[in-house]
């Protein structure tokens, strides 16, 4: 029986450990990936039976430490990037980008950031898993080409600056707690501005770092310009990671009359993201800009579902469930839409054509893949949407369940003209386009996620318990 | 103008969000839990003993970035580019009386740091600059370059790894040194190699340059 300690410190001594050797020997660099990034996966499924776990590293607790928590809400997800980094580095798009000197390194280094940042319970060291995640997803957006260049130095700046104000925030948690582990910090019981201030801090950089509107400008050029594994990476789970952090900060260090009372702003930011990202994936010409707007729309289920989570672990389990749908699906469709990109020679969304009975595959992850976006049963997204919708009509917010309903809509109107490309003949093919076998796992993954409702509320559960 | 509307209100908004916070009281801070557990460390610089001991991890994860930013910056630069060197005669007799001086005083900084202001990182940063002298006259250490300038890079994190590894085989748990004997020990040994590390780091990204055509070009 592995301990705790072991199996939580190889959450990031493995992948960490791969990114070296994968720096150090470059020739090997691309196998040490696709292998790490499945070992890492399988290291994760097997965590699932430590769910409650919390270690305190180098043997000193809170608040002289830094502790790693293993719970329900870490869970699914380390089990998306999980998923995620093992499907997208064995997908030909993955393999491709793996071959550029250097991207290997960088894309365990990622992960391994990740997985940290999933585990980590301390306010500090949250913020320097946040650097390496930002400055590996940076590195793999410029490694997208030329014209990535620019798109990935801005993404940069963005970064940083979401950085600075989050640790900005982190300063004042300590100076009025004398804490920085985020449950003692929500146990310090702060209000008024000592506990305003540092809150509106952390979360406007989280909020730069998570692409979410108003500040979304980054978001469409980066992910558009990186290669396409990559993107899969940026808008599936590394746009999460912010997110995921400012779950953890309203929810463990902030008391829930805190958030209670910044419910609507946060309603009012998710349904402006929801606006804002239909919007421009209307006004797309390009198939990946398409994709990359619509992951500013899904964005916005986050704070809009914070908007709901005072005192309410369902709105927390509609989140998680809406993170780990669209982070599958949008996986799956950024490397379908790599197939249909390499079929057809160009991703101009008006003259995309059917790529043919070979990339069968690829058609069903992009099918399947806008089932769960759109959140049609029996998909993850569906459950998103049900869960949400029945949180926040017990709070008497009947309004949100026509809402959503609308936001399916709205999502299969956008998502049309991707999928219309798939009926219009004539017909070419492209013997070098990969069948995509991998998109479609991700995105049947998304869809089977419809069922994991009985195990998401166990999971909550769990997190519930000390 | 939007944007610079937004920019004002935010930092307008920023700046009351200060004020408000530094009138408030604050509360102790962890010197006196620090203090009392310092000797179980093995260092009596309290600095050290957070960045090395009681937030090893964190540190760990620091030197990771670095490491990161050599791995970001090969990865956009593959061919490293150096300056046309200052041949001179006084940057050569500079960098040949000030290289040494440099070591010294690194090695100085690095020893000093369990017990006074010093450490890995103020060492490599000084060890960067004596690397840089070396680039900027033209005489680059053979062992900055390809595998072994990619080991230097990494060695820092790895050290780490190893370290947190190794006394997990005597106490069950990443990073928990047994006793403040082999505390010192093992604490020395990777802010040495860390120290070494972070030079070698630093010195690459000075000589990072991409070169024609590659991304991180024609950036506005």
Redesign the interface.
């Known amino acids: 029986m592995v ?1 705790p ?2 199996a939580l ?1 190889a959450l ?2 493995l992948p ?2 791969g ?2 050797a994968a ?2 020997a470059p020739r090997a660099a691309a196998a040490l990936a696709i292998g790490v990034s499945w070992a890492n996966a399988a290291l994760v499924g097997g965590l699932y039976g430590m769910v409650g776990a919390r ?6 607790a809170a ?4 502790a790693l928590r293993l719970d329900g809400l870490a869970w699914p997800f380390l089990a998306l990037a999980g998923a995620l980094f093992a499907f997208a580095a064995s997908a030909t798009a993955g393999r491709a980008l793996l071959a ?4 290997a ?2 894309w365990l ?1 990622l992960l ?1 950031g990740l997985n ?1 940042l999933f585990v980590s319970a301390d306010a ?2 949250l913020y ?2 946040l ?2 995640v930002s ?2 997803a ?2 793999l957006t ?5 014209a ?3 798109p ?2 801005r993404y940069l700046f963005v970064s940083l600056g979401g950085s600075i ?1 989050y640790l ?1 925030g982190v300063a ?1 948690f ?5 804490a920085l582990d985020i449950g003692l910090i929500g146990a ?1 019981g702060l209000s ?3 506990l ?3 809150l ?2 952390t979360t ?1 950089g989280l909020l730069l770092k998570a692409g979410a509107a ?1 500040f979304h400008f980054w978001l469409p050029p980066a992910h558009a310009a990186a290669a396409p594994a990559a993107s899969a990476l940026l808008s599936g789970v590394v746009v999460k990671a912010a997110l995921y952090v400012l779950i953890r900060l309203w929810t463990d260090a902030a008391p829930p009359e805190a958030l209670d009372a910044a419910a609507p702003v946060f309603r009012v930011l998710g349904l402006a993201a929801l606006g804002v990202g239909a919007l421009g994936a209307f006004r797309a010409t390009r198939l990946k800009a398409l994709i990359a707007f619509s992951t500013v729309a899904q964005i916005g289920y986050a704070p809009l579902a914070l908007g709901f989570a005072a005192g309410s672990p369902l709105a927390v389990q509609a989140l998680v469930a809406f993170m780990a749908a669209h982070g599958l699906a949008k996986g799956a469709i950024f490397l379908a839409a790599d197939g249909l990109r390499r079929a057809n020679g160009h991703d101009a969304l008006d003259s995309l054509a059917d790529p043919g009975s070979r990339l069968g595959p690829t058609k069903g992850a992009i099918g399947l893949g806008v089932v769960a976006l759109m959140g049609l049963p029996p998909s993850g997204g569906f459950l998103a949407k049900w869960t949400l919708a029945e949180a926040a009509t017990a709070q008497g917010h009947w309004w949100m369940a026509p809402l959503l309903a609308g936001a399916a809509v709205l999502t299969g109107v956008y998502m049309l003209r991707l999928v219309s490309a798939l009926v219009r003949a004539p017909a070419c093919a492209d013997g070098d386009a990969p069948r995509g076998w991998s998109a479609l796992a991700l995105a049947v993954a998304a869809v089977a996620l419809g069922f994991s409702g009985p195990m998401l509320s166990a999971l909550m559960l769990a997190e519930a318990a000390p | 103008m939007a944007a610079a509307f ?1 920019g004002g209100f ?1 930092a307008l ?2 700046l009351a ?2 004020a ?2 530094l009138v ?1 009281p ?5 010197e006196a ?2 203090a009392a ?1 310092l000797p179980e460390t093995g260092v009596t610089n309290p600095v050290t003993g957070v960045l090395l ?6 540190t760990l ?2 030197v ?2 670095i ?3 050599v ?2 910056a ?3 630069a ?1 061919r490293e580019t150096p300056p046309a060197p200052l041949a001179g005669p006084v940057a050569t007799a500079a960098a040949a009386v000030l290289a040494p001086a440099i070591v010294l005083f690194s090695g100085y900084l690095l020893w000093t740091g369990g017990a006074r202001p010093g450490g890995a990182f103020q060492a490599g940063a000084l060890l960067a600059g004596g690397l840089v002298l070396l680039e900027i006259t033209g005489s680059r250490p053979w062992w900055r370059r390809g ?1 072994s300038g ?2 230097g ?2 060695a820092g ?2 050290a780490f ?1 190893i370290a ?2 190794g006394v ?1 085989a005597a ?7 047994p006793g403040p004997d082999w505390g010192y020990a093992v604490i020395l040994a990777i802010e040495a190699v860390a120290a070494v590390s972070v030079a070698v780091a630093l010195s690459a990204l000075f000589a990072a340059e991409p070169g024609d ?8």
Do not use: Q, W
């Not at chain 1, 550029?100 to 991207?103: I, N, R």
């Not at chain 1, 300590?174 to 004398?178: K, L, S, V």
């Not at chain 2, 001991?53 to 964190?58: A, E, K, Q």
């Open positions: 301990s300690d072991a410190a990031f001594v960490l450990t990114a070296l720096f150090a270690i305190a590293l180098g043997g000193h608040p002289l430490g830094v550029k000197p250097g991207a390194a960088l280094t391994a940290a500090f060291n320097i898993t650097e390496v400055l590996a940076v590195a410029a490694l997208g080409g030329p990535a260049g620019a990935a130095l104000f900005a004042f300590y100076r009025a707690t004398g310090a008024g501005p000592a305003a201030a540092p509106a801090l406007l108003p | 937004l935010i908004a920023c969000l200060f408000a916070v408030a604050a509360a102790p801070g962890l839990a620090v557990a001991d009681f937030r090893g991890y964190d994860l620091e990771a970035v490491a990161l930013a791995i970001g090969a990865a956009l593959p595998l990619r080991l890079a990494a994190t790895a790894l947190g590894l997990m106490t069950g748990r990443f990073l928990d040194y055509g590659r991304p991180g070009e024609g950036a506005p």
